[in-house]
């Protein structure tokens, strides 16, 4: 398995753009999802396939990959963005995927 | 509407087994892979396994964590998925989400809708 890596935290002020990224070596060759939680609550998934957004996700959720990084970018933050985001990916080692990690999170503070 | 409901949680001694269920509504419980996820108290999320559908066998994997201790089962007549917890640590304490799987646990993995958790301590 693999691992990976989030910044704890980052701060924006309302109405700027929030970019949260994810770094590990297999993600070249696998997709990255990423889940917002707020406090108490169950993740909700924002982001799959790298760059897809689930239905009822606001259009301001945006993914992007490049290399060994992926990036969550939030445009126009609002208040109610404030949340822990997580990134996520699995691996295989042959045919079917096997393992599945998270990163750290990430705190997205909104000033 | 999706729904999962995880019950079964509670408090438990180091060493002893319990069993969460997970009893699913709104899709078509056998045509999806299921996973549980827990989360330590102000930890980040951990993968703890899943058990794809019938279509793909019904076949199951684990973290290394839990490999071993832990057992995911399912009965698709009920529509409940089970996490059956042997050799409780006292590093299992979490909240247990069960969710199910995009990508049918097979060819990519993603968790797409989750229950609200079930709290799990392991204590003396």
């Known amino acids: 398995s693999y691992e990976l890596t989030q910044p704890p935290s980052v701060s924006v002020s309302p109405g700027q753009t929030a970019r949260i990224t994810c770094s590990g070596d297999?993600?070249?060759?696998?997709?990255a999802y990423w889940y917002q939680q707020k406090p108490g609550q169950a993740p909700v998934l924002v982001i799959y396939?790298?760059?897809e957004r689930p239905s009822g996700i606001p259009e301001r959720f945006s993914g992007s990959s490049s290399g060994t990084t992926v990036t969550l970018t939030i445009s126009g933050v609002q208040a109610e963005d404030e949340a822990d985001y997580y990134c996520q990916s699995a691996d295989s080692s042959g045919t079917y995927m096997e393992h599945v990690v998270f990163g750290g999170g990430t705190k997205l503070t909104v000033l | 509407e999706v729904q999962l409901v995880e019950s079964g949680g509670g408090l438990v001694q180091p060493g002893r087994s319990l069993r969460l269920s997970c009893t699913a509504s709104g899709f078509t419980f056998g045509d999806y892979a299921m996973s549980w996820v827990r989360q330590a108290p102000g930890k980040g999320l951990e993968w703890v396994g899943f058990?794809?559908?019938?279509?793909?066998?019904?076949?199951?994997e684990y973290a290394a964590s839990v490999k071993g201790r832990f057992t995911i089962s399912r009965d698709d007549s009920k529509s409940i998925a089970y996490l059956q917890m042997n050799s409780l640590k006292t590093e299992d304490t979490a909240v247990y989400y069960c969710?199910?799987?995009?990508?049918?646990?097979?060819?990519?993995?993603?968790?797409?809708?989750w229950g609200q958790g079930t709290l799990v301590t392991v204590s003396s």
């Open positions: 969710t199910t799987c995009g990508g049918d646990c097979y060819s990519f993995v993603y968790f797409q809708h």
């Open positions: 297999a993600l070249p060759k696998q997709y």
């Open positions: 058990i794809r559908s019938k279509a793909y066998g019904g076949t199951t």
């Open positions: 396939k790298d760059s």
